[in-house]
Structure formats: structure tokens, C-alpha cells
């Protein structure tokens, strides 16, 4: 079996492999005194190894992040596809229908942002505007068909990427990053949880 710091090892050696850029996690963000506070009703000592746990794991995936934001665009042909653009056409791929004022709040952006990104989509043809069916002043954002191609293009480079840097792993690391899947896919959906209930 392998160990939650296995995992993170092995998350860690990854991202040392996929990303191409330099500088550190921390020169990304900035320094805010706005930390959520961790409102359970755990013991402080669990609290701070689950803080310390966090603070190993954000700068390994915050690495994958931008190594498949970077490089997974471009190698499938689609490099004049600005991240933010991305963002948005993979958010209305898995929600279709979805409004621009709930795809601001699950993303974390400001709604007028959204709708530049979406009306840049709609000028790609990646997006596709159709009023709500219950009120005709909403309008609901659907995927084109060049949309589902191009994003089946990218997830197919982001496969190649992984596959890539993971041959240089050995067998365990690869388990270990298989077996880590699902509770990575449940920690995201949290933080879109949490984020939207913030949010309102």
C-alpha cells in the first residue's frame, strides 16, 4: 500500500517531469491574509496535519495544472485558445445549458469577464447561445460540434503529456497515481462545493 506522502511524492515527481516553465508555485499567487479557517470539530492537532498535508500537496497540483494548461492546448493545434477560453468551453462541456451568471459562480470569476470569454467563444463557433426555456431573456450556453472535437483533440494531448512524463515513473508510482484518481476527482468537487456556496 501506498502512503498518502507516497502519493504526493509521486504527484511531485510528475509535475517535475510535465512542466516546462520555470519559476516556483509561489511566484504565481499572491499573498493574501483571506485563508478560510477550518470551522470543524476535529482536535488543532488533526487540523494542522491536515493543513500540512495541503501545503505538500497545492504546489504539486497547482504544477499539473499549469504543465496541461500550458502544453495540452498547443500540441493539439489549438494554441491561439486562450487558458481562460479553455476554462470556460471545458465548464460548458460538462454542464450544457449551464447560464453565464452560474458558470461565473462556479468558476470564481466575475460574470462580465465570463460573458467576454463566452462571446469569444461564440466567435470561434466553440459556443452556442440559446434562450432558456422557461424565460426568454435568459440564455443557456451549449458546446458546438467543433467545440466537442477540439476538446477530444485536447484531452487526448493532456493523455499523451501524462503518458509521456508517467513512462519515467516506476510501476508503484503509476498505481499510486491510478489509485489517487478518485479522491483527487472527490477533492475537486469539493472545492466547486465550497467555492459556490461562498459565492451564494
Known amino acids: ?44 492537532a488533526e487540523d494542522e496535519r491536515l493543513l500540512r498535508e495541503a501545503r505538500a500537496l497545492v504546489p504539486a497540483l497547482y504544477g499539473l495544472s499549469r ?17 481562460s477560453e479553455v476554462e470556460v468551453l471545458r465548464y460548458v462541456q460538462d454542464a450544457p445549458g449551464s447560464s453565464v451568471s452560474v458558470l461565473a459562480r462556479d468558476l470564481g470569476l466575475h460574470a462580465s469577464n465570463v460573458s467576454t470569454t463566452v462571446r469569444a ?15 426568454r431573456r435568459g440564455v443557456r450556453l451549449y458546446p458546438t460540434m467543433d467545440a466537442l472535437h477540439g476538446m477530444a483533440h485536447i484531452e487526448d494531448a493532456w493523455a499523451r503529456i501524462f503518458a509521456a512524463a508517467m513512462a519515467d515513473l516506476s510501476a508503484e508510482q503509476r498505481a499510486a497515481l491510478s489509485n489517487a484518481a478518485p479522491a483527487l476527482g472527490a477533492l475537486a468537487e469539493r472545492l466547486r462545493a465550497r467555492r459556490a456556496q461562498d459565492r451564494g
Open 67 to 83: 504543465a496541461l494548461r500550458l502544453q495540452g492546448v498547443a500540441e493539439a493545434g489549438l494554441a491561439q485558445l486562450p487558458p
Open 1 to 44: 500500500m501506498v502512503s498518502g506522502t507516497g502519493n504526493r511524492d509521486v504527484l511531485t515527481g510528475l509535475v517535475e517531469r510535465s512542466v516546462v516553465t520555470s519559476g516556483s508555485y509561489y511566484s504565481y499567487i499572491g499573498i493574501t491574509t483571506g485563508y478560510p479557517r477550518l470551522v470543524t470539530t476535529r482536535t488543532g
Open 121 to 135: 467563444l461564440v466567435a470561434r463557433n466553440l459556443i452556442r447561445r440559446e434562450p432558456a426555456p422557461n424565460d
